[in-house]
C-alpha cells in the first residue's frame, strides 16, 4: 500500500527508544511461549507500594478525576518542595516546581522550553537512550563527551572543556547513571560548575536514581558543590523509580520560576496536566518517606554482588561496579570478531542478538547509549530469573568461536 501522507523531516533524525523496543520484542517472544529472560527494560520489579495505590483508588470513588492545574495538583507540588528542603536543605516555592507525565515528559518540556536550532547540548556516554532524541527533537544538537571505564564512568574535566564550544547551552548530568550505575565525584561536579559558571550554561540534573544508591549515601549533587548555580539548575526526578511507578506516569523538575512557567506554557497545549489519579499516588508515595527505596536498594545490591561475582569468573568479561541505579553495563568486546556458526558478532548490536536468539536473554546493545563495547543488563528482576540468566550468558559466550 502506498503511503500517502508524508511525515515531518524531524522523525527521520530518531530513532523509537531502544529499550523500550527491546521489552516489547521480549514480552512478544514470551507471548508466542519463548522462554526468554527479560534484562532490558529498567522499571523495578517491585510492585508500586500500597499506600499509593489506595490513594489511586480512594481518587477515583471521590471523583478526583477531572482535569488539575496545568502544573500539578498544589498538594503534591508543595510535597515535593517539602521533599528538596528536608533532604537537601534547598528552597523552592510551588511555582518552581511541575509535575509531568512521567520524567522523560519533564524532559522534553525543558528542551522544548530551552534550546533553539543551532543550540548545542553536551550529554555524557555512555547515555540514557532519550537524551539524544529530546534535544534533537527541540532543533538542538548532542554533543557527546565520552567518558571512560578506567575513571569509572566519572568525567574527565579535560574531555569535558575539548566537547565545549561557543554553542554550548547546556550539559546534561545523570547521576548515579543510566547506563553505567555510575555517580558523579565531587570534582566532576566542580568541573561542571566551573564551565557552567564561566560561560552561562543550564545544567539539567536527573535524579531519577537518587534514592538507589548502594554506598548508603546520597551522591554529590551539583548544587551541593555549587550552590550559587541554582537559577542554571533544572532539576529531574519523578516516582517511577524511587516507588515502583513506572505505569502511573508522573515525573517533576524544579528550577527558575521563569523557565518552569515556560515549560506550563508548552504542558499547557499539549498534554494539560499529568493524570489526575496518579497524581494522587504519587503524593501518597512521597509522603510515605524513603523506607521502600531503601528496601529495594537492599536488594538491589543483593543482587548486584551476585552478578559481579557471575561476571567476574567469565573469561573476557569486565564490568565496572556501579554504585547505584539497577543496570550492570558489562564490557564484552573481547568477544566481538568472534563467530557463531555463520554469524559473526562484530559489536553491541549482533551480540544483543544472538543472546536474544541463541540463549533467548534480552539485554539492550551499548550502542544504545552510545557505547559500543557494552552490553546493559537491568537486574530488575528476581534472583532465580538471575541465577538462570548467568547460566545461559556463560554458555552462550562460551560457545563463541
Ligand atoms: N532519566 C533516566 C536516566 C531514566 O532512566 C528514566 C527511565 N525511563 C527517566 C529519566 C524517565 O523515567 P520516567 O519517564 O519513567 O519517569
Ligand atoms: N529508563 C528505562 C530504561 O532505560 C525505561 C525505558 C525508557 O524509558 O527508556 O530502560
Known amino acids: 500500500m502506498s503511503e500517502k501522507i508524508s511525515l515531518a523531516d524531524r522523525l527521520s533524525k530518531i530513532k523509537p527508544s531502544p529499550t523500550l523496543a527491546v521489552n516489547a520484542r521480549a514480552k512478544a517472544l514470551r507471548a508466542e511461549g519463548a522462554d526468554v ?68 515528559h519533564g524532559l522534553y518540556n525543558m528542551a522544548q522550553a530551552m534550546f533553539n536550532p543551532g543550540d548545542e547540548v553536551l550529554i555524557l556516554a555512555p ?107 533544572l532539576i529531574l526526578n519523578g516516582v517511577s523509580k524511587s516507588y515502583a511507578m513506572t505505569g502511573w506516569r508522573i515525573g517533576y523538575s524544579l528550577g527558575p520560576a521563569h523557565v518552569i512557567a515556560a515549560m506550563n506554557k508548552i504542558q499547557s497545549q499539549s498534554t494539560s496536566n499529568p493524570s489526575s489519579v496518579a497524581q494522587m499516588a504519587a503524593l501518597a508515595a512521597i509522603e510515605s518517606g524513603r523506607g521502600f527505596a531503601d528496601m529495594m536498594t537492599d536488594a538491589f545490591r543483593e543482587r548486584l554482588d551476585y552478578l559481579l561475582g557471575e561476571f567476574a569468573s567469565m ?31 562484530d559489536g553491541s548490536v549482533a551480540m544483543s542478538e544472538y543472546l536474544l536468539e541463541e540463549a533467548l536473554l534480552a539485554t539492550v546493545p551499548g550502542a544504545a547509549f552510545g557505547s559500543d563495547a557494552y552490553v546493559r543488563f537491568s537486574f530488575a528482576t528476581s534472583m532465580d530469573v538471575l541465577r538462570e540468566g548467568m547460566a545461559r550468558l556463560r554458555k552462550a559466550l562460551a560457545a563463541l568461536g
Open 315 to 345: 573469561e573476557g568479561v569486565e564490568c565496572v561496579r556501579p554504585s547505584g541505579a539497577f543496570y550492570v553495563f558489562p564490557n564484552l568486546s573481547a568477544y566481538y570478531g568472534r563467530k557463531a556458526g555463520d554469524r559473526v558478532i
Open 127 to 233: 547515555y540514557w537512550v532519550s537524551y539524544p532524541a529530546i534535544v534533537i527533537l527541540a532543533g538542538a544538537e548532542p554533543v557527546f563527551a565520552p567518558l571512560s571505564e578506567d575513571r569509572n564512568f566519572d568525567l574527565d574535566p579535560e574531555v569535558l572543556k575539548k566537547h565545549a564550544s561557543q554553542k554550548t547551552r547546556g550539559i546534561i548530568v545523570n547521576s548515579p547513571s543510566n547506563p553505567t550505575g555510575a555517580v558523579l565525584s565531587q570534582e566532576a561536579l566542580e568541573a561542571v560548575a566551573e564551565m557552567a559558571r564561566e560561560h552561562g550554561w543550564v545544567v539539567i540534573s536527573d535524579d531519577i536514581y537518587d534514592t538507589i544508591c548502594f554506598s548508603g549515601e546520597r551522591p554529590p549533587h551539583i548544587l551541593d558543590v555549587a550552590p550559587d548555580l541554582k537559577d542554571q539548575v
Open 37 to 104: 529472560l527479560n534484562f532490558s527494560v529498567g522499571e523495578p520489579d517491585f510492585g508500586t507500594p500500597e499506600a499509593a495505590c489506595e490513594a489511586g483508588k480512594k481518587a477515583i470513588d471521590d471523583g478526583f478525576t477531572r482535569y488539575t492545574p496545568v502544573p500539578g495538583i498544589p498538594e503534591l507540588r508543595e510535597r515535593i518542595v517539602e521533599l528538596y528542603e528536608k533532604e537537601h536543605g534547598w528552597t523552592y516555592s510551588p511555582e518552581q516546581v511541575q509535575v509531568s507525565c512521567g520524567g522523560k
